[in-house]
Nanobody, 116 residues
Framework: EVQLVESGGGLVQAGGSLRLSCAAS????????VGWFRQAPGKEREGVSC????????VYVDSVKGRFSISRDSAKNTVYLQMNSLKPEETDIYYC?????????WGKGTLVTVST
């Protein structure tokens, strides 16, 4: 059974940092592009960043460039998202999935709350 487990969310003040983790079981990321997505209540889920596991190439949406950094640890089958200079409007549930088609079963996500 394929499972994605996101962790690392929490409450942080504006300008603070968090590091999210996405661990996969029953599946290896080896030949995948893995992305981080986020969703606020009542809003559509949006892609934030992705990484090609094989060569480490990355993509970021404009709103997070220079502040977020995605990385992977193939040995641990885990993808990370380092988020710096967080803004209150980035309060969301963050998820990981295959990119761009989100073709894996969604995990529960991890809640990031950024206070003013």
């Amino acid at each position: 059974e394929v499972q994605l487990v996101e962790s690392g969310g929490g409450l942080v003040q504006a300008g603070g940092s968090l590091r999210l983790s996405c661990a996969a079981s029953g599946f290896t990321f080896d030949d995948y592009a893995v992305g981080w997505f986020r969703q606020a209540p009542g809003k559509e889920r949006e892609g934030v960043s992705c990484i090609e596991i094989r060569d480490g190439s990355t993509v970021y949406v404009d709103s997070v460039k220079g502040r977020f950094s995605i990385s992977r640890d193939s040995a641990k089958n885990t993808v990370y998202l380092q988020m710096n200079s967080l803004k209150p409007e980035e309060t969301d549930i963050y998820y990981c999935n295959g990119w761009p088609n989100s073709d894996l079963t969604w995990g529960k996500g991890t809640l990031v709350t950024v206070s003013t």
